[in-house]
């Protein structure tokens, strides 16, 4: 038991402890990232084994050849796999096994480099062959430790299967320069452990420092909820899925009715309060799966996703009755009533169209008397587009002499007589006709 203990903390001290499921497929996306370095890596040790075996006249070097051609084929042949395929940074169990894929061929090269130092250094010690070995041999170590130092297990994972079979064969074979490597190479192989472990540390550190700075980034620091940019990129990207997959997404804004009372008779700290207990309560109406996110002082929204249009009426209902029980606050009880407006997409609806509607929606349920909930229909548009286009002619009615008045007697019942008159005004409008007043005066 101690020793499962010991192994598991020895393994998870190399650098398994990683903290997050995206920094682990960025480290293993990294370790496919350098197809150039590999492939001449394997060129480079077939031209040095095929020199030894040209040098030495020892047939053994052809399977050192074989070894080193096979292992390089599967490297460069798992790389152009991997680029091949698309990969999401959430499947864990694939980042795993593509990990353990690059882990096999790099220790496999490693322990080929290690046991062809090995041999040479058994069968011809003191030969230029050796010589031009060991210069390799070790040039791979140093080599190696650097180019992974990010990934502890990695680097010292090859390291340790080149360096031990090369330095037994060194001490196999006793002389001053042997001994001196070996004990160069134990020395070595101790700072590469300590250096490649406090690089990744760094570099851990400083994701999960950014991580931190980017959920700063994305919430609001008085609820907690999503803050508005963050909320709008999550729904650009759920609106480019659905116009593939067809699901349904809605869009629900919601408005506190009368909040502006409670800010200024209680104050602000007690008004924070309540936005806090209000997101709770948003948080507490939705699925896990929807997102709730504070856009401004009292407006709050709500993205379904993946629904029907009956569970989006439930939910919709439920935030807004969320709000029929007073918000405590102290000694005092507060009345925040809830305006709630909502529209829903179909695949090709666009951002802006959707944030429109529901707006538009929220616009009229507080037309119609506050605490109300209003779906978006095409005809709120069209009374929408109407008013603004109403709008913007009446600034040139004036001028361009569109408005008329009219007399209305009043006659007195008793003598029938006329005593005075009221005055109307009519609008002549160019396109529409005669505009009532009960459209424009509104306005």
């Given at each position: ?50 020199i ?6 020892d047939y ?5 050849f074989?070894g ?14 991997r ?49 031009l ?6 040039g ?5 430790s ?6 502890p ?49 760094n570099?851990?550190?400083r ?15 008085l ?7 963050a909320?709008i990129?999550?729904?650009q ?21 009368r ?13 924070d309060?309540?936005l806090?207990?209000v ?72 951002l ?16 119609a ?52 008159c ?22």
């Open positions: 038991m101690q020793h499962a203990t010991a192994k598991a903390a020895v393994i998870e001290w190399l650098d398994l402890a990683i903290p997050d499921q995206q920094l682990h497929f960025e480290l293993v996306q990294a370790l496919y990232g350098t197809p150039k370095s590999i492939l001449g890596a394997t060129v480079a040790a077939l031209g040095i084994i095929a030894t075996a040209f040098m030495t006249g053994a070097y052809g399977w050192f074989a080193f051609l096979l292992v390089g084929a599967v490297r460069n042949g798992l790389i152009v796999l680029r091949a395929r698309q990969h999401s940074a959430d499947d864990s169990a694939a980042t795993i096994r593509w990990e353990r894929r690059a882990l096999a061929g790099a220790w496999a090269f490693a322990l080929l480099v290690g046991v062809a130092g090995a041999y040479t250094v058994i069968a011809h010690p003191g030969a230029d062959a050796e010589l070995v060991n210069c390799c041999v070790m791979y170590i140093a080599g190696i650097s180019r992974n130092a990010s990934r297990i990695i680097s010292i994972g090859q390291v340790s299967l080149t360096a031990i079979p090369f330095a037994l064969a060194l001490l196999a074979r006793p002389n001053v320069v042997h001994v001196v490597l070996a004990v160069f190479l134990a020395v070595l192989f101790i700072s590469i452990v300590m250096i490649c472990r406090a690089v990744f540390e570099i851990v550190s994701h999960t420092a950014f991580r931190k700075i980017e959920l700063i980034a994305q919430r609001d620091p609820t907690d909820l999503l803050n508005r940019s909320f990129d999550l729904l990207s759920r609106l480019e899925s659905i116009a593939k997959t067809g699901e349904t997404v809605a869009l629900v804004l919601i408005d506190l009715d909040f502006k009372d409670v800010n200024d008779t209680f104050g602000h700290q007690t008004g309060v309540v806090k207990k997101g709770d309560r948003i948080r507490s109406a939705v699925r896990p799966r929807d997102e709730v996110a504070r856009i401004g002082g009292d407006e709050f929204i709500v993205m379904l996703s993946d629904t029907s249009e009956d569970e989006i009426h439930a939910v919709t209902r439920r935030i807004f009755t969320s709000f029929s029980d007073p918000i405590k606050v102290g000694m005092t009880r507060h009345f925040c009533g809830a305006s709630v407006g909502y529209a829903i997409a179909q695949g090709g609806t666009t802006d169209v959707l944030f429109r509607n529901a707006d538009l929606a929220l616009y009229e349920a507080k037309q008397g506050r605490a109300q909930i209003v779906r978006h229909t095409a005809g709120i548009t069209e009374r929408y587009d109407r008013r603004i286009e109403l709008e913007h002619d009446l600034q040139h009615a004036l001028q361009n002499d569109e408005f008329e008045l009219v007399y209305q007697p009043i006659v007195d019942p008793r003598s029938r007589r006329a005593i005075c009221e005055a109307l005004l009519r609008w002549n409008h160019p396109k529409r006709g005669q505009i009532s007043p009960v459209e424009f005066i509104p306005i």
